[in-house]
């Protein structure tokens, strides 16, 4: 297995040349076909409520929307000029009332691997913070958030995985197993209780790390203790401590209506990551 279609989402243009830095890692060393995919976003508020006399505003907007097209896709094909890679540039507009994350995940599910930014700290009118967590869930493809400061122009030396036995850790595992194969370390890592009870006797993450050495990727395992920045705190915290550049984890084992209203691993992680992180759900 390996990554062959890289499909890197655009439309953050602050982040253009680091998101591009990430997708030609991948791809030279799969020799991957990159797809860079700017989204036309739906304009607001939609035409149809205009008065006609407010026409004007609507012509803005879109004038504004692919003007930056043009400027994104100028600049991302300089930064792929002369790569051993093959790349293609793909324009999508939303409908009146269809989300940016949408346009994105529909495309998305002919891909291997998708790329896109962490967004700003500040959520936008534009939703660029939503793409991540919409596209791991509705898309069925692995999502490679790049975080918003910082160049990636390589990564994946020392991988943290992010383990707790449930559905989506095993898919975020196996998604990116060309990335842990090529990695010189990866930590299999279960955080535990603050009391450090795990309601078993097993060893934590043993099962998936066998699974992985057959796999040619070789293990150490790990805990950390739930503190009071939740498991998402603590999974980035031992990331860091541990001298790892990159997390894979599961996107949202609980409901996202949960997350949102209680907080939760994957939005505390998605919002405060600063290494690349591979979520799939």
């Known amino acids: 297995m390996t990554f062959k279609t890289i499909l890197l989402h655009l439309n953050d243009e602050a982040r253009l040349t680091e998101l591009a830095g990430a997708a030609k890692f991948l791809a030279r060393a799969t020799n991957a076909h990159v797809i860079g995919l700017f989204v036309r976003p739906a304009t607001y508020p939609p035409v149809e409520v205009f008065d006609p006399a407010a026409y004007s505003v609507f012509e803005e907007q879109l004038r504004k929307h692919h003007d930056q097209a043009a400027r994104v896709r100028e600049k991302t094909e300089q930064l792929m000029r002369g790569e051993p890679f093959t790349y293609e540039w793909v324009f999508v507009e939303m409908l009146n009332f269809a989300a940016l994350s949408e346009g994105v995940a529909v495309k998305a599910r002919a891909a291997d691997l998708v790329i896109a930014s962490q967004g700003p700290v500040e959520a936008d009118w534009l939703s660029l913070d939503e793409v991540?967590?919409?596209?791991?869930?509705?898309?069925?493809?692995?999502?490679?958030?790049?975080p918003r400061t910082g160049t990636f122009d390589s990564f994946g030396d020392a991988i943290t995985v992010a383990w707790d036995g449930r559905r989506e850790a095993a898919r975020a595992v196996f998604d990116a197993l060309p990335l842990l194969q090529k990695a010189k370390r990866v930590r299999v890592v279960t955080v535990t209780e603050r009391n450090g009870k795990r309601g078993s006797n097993e060893v934590p993450g043993a099962d998936i790390a066998v699974a992985l050495d057959r796999q040619g990727v070789r293990v150490e395992t790990a805990t950390c203790a739930d503190g009071s920045t939740g498991a998402g705190g603590a999974l980035l915290a031992d990331a860091a401590g541990s001298g790892?550049?990159?997390?894979?984890?599961?996107?949202?084992?609980?409901?996202?209506?949960?997350?949102?209203?209680?907080?939760g691993a994957t939005r505390h992680v998605l919002q405060k990551a600063t290494v690349p992180v591979l979520m799939s759900h």
């Open 132 to 146: 991540p967590e919409v596209v791991a869930l509705k898309s069925g493809r692995p999502v490679l958030v790049i």
């Open 244 to 263: 790892c550049d990159m997390l894979v984890m599961g996107a949202y084992g609980h409901s996202r209506l949960r997350e949102f209203v209680l907080g």
